[in-house]
């Protein structure tokens, strides 16, 4: 593991946001869904594409709050921009599980 100073990590712009909308993306190499993710009204909407089709369906994903990166460049996937990076953590079986608030909280908080 290497180290990074606290000026390092608070650059990291790791925001909650509340999935608004889940489509399939068959064009992804590996299962996937674009999600559309609302950050309140300083960031707006995010999309982003999750490979987190093993432990979730649409329905289980739509007005759930998650974690997400937020300053990272935009990165082109199967013809997707993906805006933002939702954050998650390996299963058991090495399947993503979101990193979310277990209350409800306000959309667009900083994560510190």
């Known amino acids: 593991m290497s180290y990074i100073d606290f000026e390092q990590f608070s650059e990291v712009d790791i925001r909650v946001g509340r999935i608004i909308s889940v489509e399939a993306f068959p064009e992804a190499r590996k299962p996937a869904y674009k999600l559309t993710i609302d950050f309140g009204s300083s960031i707006g909407t995010k999309r982003s594409s999750a490979q987190i089709t093993d432990n979730y369906s649409p329905d289980d994903l739509v007005g759930k709050l998650v974690l997400a990166v937020c300053n990272l460049r935009p990165k082109r996937i199967a ?12 299963d058991e079986n090495n399947n993503v599980v979101l990193v979310s608030p277990d209350k409800e909280v306000p959309i667009g908080g900083k994560l510190y």
């Not at 013809?79 to 390996?90: A, C, I, N, Q, T």
């Open 79 to 90: 013809g997707f921009v993906s805006e933002v990076l939702v954050l998650g953590v390996p």
